[in-house]
């Protein structure tokens, strides 16, 4: 149906369904053409260059190009899944270990926050919980913008941190994990069944961040889920805090999406696991399994699933992770 057709708007929620295909049709076609112009441009290059009308150089410049755009229109191949498009639900949660694990759990959020940055998605911190001392001990981050989970998906997996740590007076190499999750962040053309008999709510005080301005109303909100859990084939239970906002409501409607958004995730393991055709191998992918080393002395980040690796550590920390999300997708991406 064409967006200029009467009524194409009268129903919003279908309209809106419709223009995201509309932009979804395009960016392969634009990619196409990008791809297309680029071979052009390489083969005028190549032919001038035999003529001698242009330099080595020049004929290297546009292979180059031709390369990246190609690996481009690749990547979004590997990006193809419905789910793929949306945001994210970034969950950081620091393992045993103390002070020095709740420290890596918040320098994995930076990492992750200046990631986001660079690639211009809008980030929320929906629930932070501090550390005792220094660092946190768990923060739940939305991420909303095209794509988001299809890149940040290849993040789910424990990150162990090796180094010598600031909080061991001995100067010893430590060893810390923490996990990250991510799932789909929902949006209203996904419809998700809530059982309201299921569903139920506690209320608190929130603080802002360090304790400051305690608010005197109890605008943070825990909302309990029980429901019987397809994947496990058990009764389970949800629990989720927000202290987004000091608005009550704004917060029940912000949990109450990103309950939405783990009850997808779930349905698409039970999709998964009833497509899972598992080749000969391939290296399987778990939720809890570890991913990848940060060795600080060593300046060395190795991905583990990829063999994917870097010595600038620090590049890494301050948020350049897309050539591991692009090893990862171009191995696993396709699969399932």
């Known amino acids: 149906m064409h967006t200029q057709a009467p009524g194409f708007w009268d129903d919003q929620k279908s309209a809106e369904k419709q223009m995201k295909k509309i932009k979804d049709l395009k960016r392969w076609v634009d990619g196409y053409k990008e791809v297309k112009a680029a071979a052009d441009e390489l083969q005028l290059s190549f032919d001038f260059f035999k003529e001698e009308a242009v330099s080595e150089a020049e004929v290297d410049a546009a292979y180059d190009h031709a390369i990246s755009v190609i690996e481009k229109l690749e990547l979004q191949n590997m990006l193809r899944k419905e789910e793929d498009k949306m945001g994210a639900v970034l969950k950081i949660v620091a393992g045993a270990g103390g002070t020095e694990a709740q420290d890596w759990g918040d320098m994995l959020m930076r990492m992750y926050l200046r990631w986001c940055e660079a690639k211009g998605y809008k980030t929320e911190i929906a629930n932070l919980l501090e550390g005792d001392e220094a660092g946190i001990k768990s923060v739940t981050i939305k991420v909303e913008g095209d794509y988001a989970y299809g890149y940040l998906k290849s993040e789910n997996g424990v990150h162990r941190l090796v180094r010598v740590s600031p909080f061991n007076a001995q100067g010893k190499r430590m060893t810390s994990f923490t996990s990250v999750f991510v799932v789909p962040l929902v949006d209203d053309s996904i419809e998700i069944e809530i059982n309201p008999a299921g569903l139920s709510w506690d209320t608190f005080r929130s603080s802002g961040a360090g304790g400051q301005n305690v608010n005197k109303v109890e ?32 917060n029940k409607e912000n949990a109450l999406r990103l309950l939405k958004s783990q009850l997808y995730e779930i349905e698409l393991e039970k999709r998964r696991a009833e497509t899972a055709k ?32 870097t010595s600038n550590v620090q590049a890494v920390m301050d948020g350049d992770l897309d050539d591991f999300i692009k090893a990862y997708l171009m191995e696993f991406g396709g699969a399932d």
């Open 219 to 250: 605008s943070g909100v825990r909302l309990h889920y029980k429901f019987h859990n397809v994947l496990t084939d058990q009764d389970d239970e949800i629990v989720i805090e927000n202290t987004e906002t000091r608005d009550q409501p704004k």
């Open 278 to 309: 598992i080749e000969a191998g391939k290296k399987k992918i778990e939720w809890g399994s570890q991913i990848r080393s940060y060795v600080f002395d060593d300046r060395r980040v190795k991905d583990h699933r990829t063999d994917y690796q």
